[in-house]
């Protein structure tokens, strides 16, 4: 079994920062791309920035500037570092791994999700 722990979401003001953080435990071989999802009601779940085992990034555009994804191997976590937080980034944020398992089965495994609300 793998589980996905996420923290850090919350109530912040605009302009404010907030660091999510996501740590995988389980029977697990190794950990490839990990990333952040946000979702908000009525909307499609979107792909906030993902992160490779090497270090490569890639952000939404809307966030690009503001948002820092990183991640430690040795602790198989993936941290998201927020500032110049807007209202509209207030959404349900997800991490996921595409994990290797022990058992030789690769698959993606989602967090059970953090709210983030930005709000004066």
């Known amino acids: 079994q793998v589980q996905l722990v996420e923290s850090g979401g919350g109530l912040v003001q605009p302009g404010g920062s907030l660091r999510l953080s996501c740590a995988a435990s389980?029977?697990?071989?190794?950990?490839?791309?990990m990333g952040w999802y946000r979702q908000t009601p009525g909307k499609q779940r979107e792909l906030v920035a993902a992160i490779t085992r090497d270090g490569g990034t890639t952000y939404a555009d809307s966030v690009k500037g503001r948002f820092t994804i990183s991640r430690d191997n040795a602790k198989n976590a993936v941290y998201l570092q927020m500032d110049s937080l807007k209202p509209e980034d207030t959404a349900v944020y997800s991490c996921?791994?595409?994990?290797?398992?022990?058992?030789?089965?690769?698959?993606?495994?989602w967090g059970q999700g953090t709210q983030v609300t930005v709000s004066s």
């Open positions: 996921v791994a595409d994990v290797g398992e022990s058992n030789g089965l690769r698959k993606n495994h």
């Open positions: 389980g029977s697990i071989s190794s950990i490839y791309a």
